[in-house]
């Protein structure tokens, strides 16, 4: 399956204004042509994935407004299933399915999104195991390719397990700054250069508003 880790950042990496804030507030920078490059992306490929804290903070529709029917399956990931039912892509009719643990189920959240025809998968016992989840959603979702949004902590366990093979990055111009900010990827990070992830640049390309960065693994 083909992954790409798929962002809008500052110079410095971050993904918001501060914690607990919208990264839609770094979307008012864009204009028309931009935000149609974001959805049509969407339309290219089989599923989008984001963090519950995108869900809680964002609450985002992860669709594809431009086209018809080219709608990705939307997948989110969530170790306790505490997401609103209130949120975009729980209250609507698309396609979502929601990751959870052994651990981490609630079979009453379990019985109301079901009702609302969303599916249900349980991948790992304490955490997600990504790995595994991706081969289920090769072998019985159909998807072959999957675009990651982010947050940090989540762009952090795809990569950190070897699953991405492209970044694309559309770099605003700002400076954010703050020690304890969202940025492009958090998690425990490394330590020895000897683990750190390897991409190559492929593209730069500056365009008005922004400058589209994009990386793929190094083989």
Partial sequence: MKTTIFSQVSIDGKLTLGAGKSSKQLFSMFE??????????????????VG???IQYDDPMLTNRYEENKNPLRIIPTTHMDISLDSHVLADDGRTLIVTTENGKNPEMINIL???????????KDKVDFVNLFRELEENYNVHSI???????LN?????QDLVDEIIIMQL????????NITLVDGTGYTDLNFV????????????NYTLLRYQKAV
């Fill in 156 to 160: 952090w366990n795809v990569l950190d």
């Fill in 173 to 180: 111009p700002i400076i954010i700054g703050g020690g304890t």
């Fill in 114 to 124: 079901k009702d609302r025809n969303k599916d249900v998968l349980i991948c790992g």
């Fill in 147 to 153: 675009m990651i949004e982010g947050g940090g902590f």
């Fill in 32 to 49: 028309e042509p931009d935000i149609k490059y974001i959805h049509q992306f969407r339309g290219l490929i089989d599923a989008i994935m």
């Fill in 52 to 54: 519950k804290n995108t």
């Fill in 197 to 208: 992830k390897k991409f190559k640049v492929v593209e730069v390309l500056p365009n008005k």
